[in-house]
């Protein structure tokens, strides 16, 4: 690799001559788990960064409450690194269906406000089930908490061993199922967090600015 191309170095930004203003992409994650959804982004964020050559800060936050409850704190997030002058370039939230009455509110609020949203059916964990195998036949929370702890999942941990380099094939699996619609409950198993890798992707492996 040219060493004139930019590396991922966290959160930090690479020193250059002064004058010279340093390119990097922000992506903020507002996560409705607490620890398997953050785990999971800072880990993959870790493994973009062995080939990115633009400077990336990825901030993955589990907050532990509803889906519009998730927007909303995005949103004061946002505003609070926009009043900073460093405001970010995409945010996301990542949000289950479960039993949440408030899902389509946060749907509608997320698209009037500019935020991005990616709905797993019905569960985050079906995202992580498609990294080991292929599923589109309806499936339950009860039986994906089997399935993962079948491959070595302990709680709401993610395993050291989890093959985050199967995202790819994670995508191919989401995309032979039926599609998220904002109005309409997701059709289980579906994903959009496939939508939100692929930006991740592309943030990390796409040439900086200079």
Known sequence: M????RQLRGSQRINKPKGQRQEY??????????????????KFAALLKAKAV????????GLGKDPLTVVLDAEKRRNKERRAGDAFDQVWCVVDVDEHASLERACIEA????IEIAVSSPC??????????????????ATLARELKNRGFSGKNMPADFPYTNYAAAIDRANKCEKVRIK?????PSSSVASLI?????????PGKT
């Open 111 to 114: 698209r009037r406000l500019g």
């Open 25 to 42: 992409r922000k992506i903020l994650i507002v996560a409705e788990g607490e620890k398997t959804e953050p785990q999971y982004f800072e």
């Open 184 to 188: 309409h409950a997701p059709p289980n």
């Open 198 to 206: 692929s930006v991740l992707v592309q943030a990390y492996t796409e």
């Open 124 to 141: 985050f964990e079906i995202w992580l089930l498609w990294h080991f195998q292929e599923r589109t036949a309806w499936v339950d929370a």
């Open 54 to 61: 633009r400077v990336v800060r990825v901030d993955p936050i």
């Open 2 to 5: 040219s060493t004139n191309r």
